[in-house]
């Protein structure tokens, strides 16, 4: 989810820990469990930094270790081990098994969105997207924000956050069945399926799909409920070249390929280069595809620049290339 969810979610458990007694019979407890709450509900997206380095290493660990399991319970250990010196006669149990929930939920709504997480490391490093809630939903940051004025004007805080969280978990048993019923129609509608992709908008009733079948990639979108398919492609597989192979070894080139689970790939010959480029295929905006990964490799098969990221115009990309970007 972004960094507004995470942050109505962390409020929103700090007002529901006042029904736990060693939480509110002491309103220093109180304090104390809302700053590890809404803390540890921002602490496992600490590798966005990353994105300072480049967009090669943001892509290929973020919400990879910092999600894991090990990092789970470091932030849960670390967050009540930085609040406990400020407040002492914090019950440190319940201090961190607060802090844990909300690590815990930070992850677990990470889930479902397309992006994802390595969730389950170190037992593995397959990426958890289940592709049922945007990333941005404003549903579920409107509701939390409605909860938390509630509670402010004076709103039973177990009352009003456990009504919240029953409406958002009904929230999300609607967006599963809406999920089945696009991948049923798809079913029915193509033969050799592979691999279906489905990606939630911030529109309720419109969702990108992409469908990997085993000769053909077909791109769309279903809205109010109607699957339209916009694109389709032949399934080509990477050729096995030395150009093939070098652009493999590039570090944005790698990043992408570590990152999408369906693309479509192009190679141009060039006066004094070649040119590699990877399409992801679940992101159709417009008729354009704006994640992409390029290289350009010169004659002497030298790798003279590459970029992987979000480019809506093939005018700021070979604007980037020009500028060397990594």
């Known amino acids: 989810m972004d960094t507004g969810t995470h942050v109505v979610m962390g ?8 029904l736990d007694p060693a939480v509110s019979a002491d309103p220093h407890m109180a304090h104390a469990v ?10 496992p997206d600490i590798d966005t930094v990353l994105k300072l380095k480049n967009n090669a290493v943001y892509i290929r660990n973020h919400r990879g270790f910092t999600h894991s399991i090990p990092a789970v319970l470091f932030w849960s250990l670390l967050i009540p081990a930085v ?14 098994l607060w802090t844990l929930l909300a690590v815990v939920l930070h992850v677990f709504v990470d889930i479902f969105n397309a992006y994802g997480t390595q969730a389950i490391r170190p037992f593995s490093k397959k990426w958890v997207a289940l592709g049922i809630i945007n990333t941005f939903d404003p549903f579920i940051f409107f509701t939390h924000l409605v909860a938390i004025v509630v509670w402010a004007i004076g709103g039973h805080p ?16 609607v ?11 798809l079913r029915a509608r193509f033969d050799e399926i592979e691999e279906i992709i489905i990606s939630p908008t911030m529109k309720f009733r419109q969702w990108r799909i992409a469908v990997k079948c085993k000769s053909s990639f077909h791109v769309g979108r279903s809205m109010n409920g109607e699957v339209v398919i916009l694109d389709t492609f032949n399934r080509v597989p990477v050729p096995d070249t030395e150009i ?5 070894q590039d570090e944005n080139i790698s990043a992408f390929l570590s990152f999408s689970p369906v693309y479509r790939w192009e190679v141009d010959k060039y006066k004094d280069h070649y ?13 354009h595809y704006p994640f992409v990964a390029i290289c350009h490799i010169d004659m002497d098969h030298q790798i003279k620049n590459s970029y992987t990221g979000w480019i809506f115009s093939e ?12």
């Not at 409020?11 to 006042?18: N, P, V, W």
């Not at 177990?158 to 048993?173: D, E, H, K, M, R």
């Not at 040119?275 to 008729?287: P, T, W």
């Open 244 to 248: 093939m192979k070098i652009a493999k």
């Open 34 to 43: 809302m700053i590890a709450t809404i803390a540890g509900s921002q602490a």
């Open 275 to 287: 040119e590699v480029r990877f399409i992801d295929l679940r992101y159709r905006s417009k008729g």
């Open 11 to 18: 409020i929103s458990l700090g007002g529901l820990a006042l």
């Open 83 to 96: 609040i406990f010196p400020f407040v002492p006669g914090a019950n440190l149990l319940h201090l961190w």
């Open 175 to 185: 967006r599963v069945i809406m999920q089945l019923q696009i991948k049923r129609q």
């Open 315 to 326: 005018e700021k990309l070979q604007k980037k290339l020009r500028l060397g970007s990594v």
């Open 158 to 173: 177990g009352f009003t956050f456990i009504t919240l969280y029953a409406v958002i978990f009904c929230y999300y048993i």
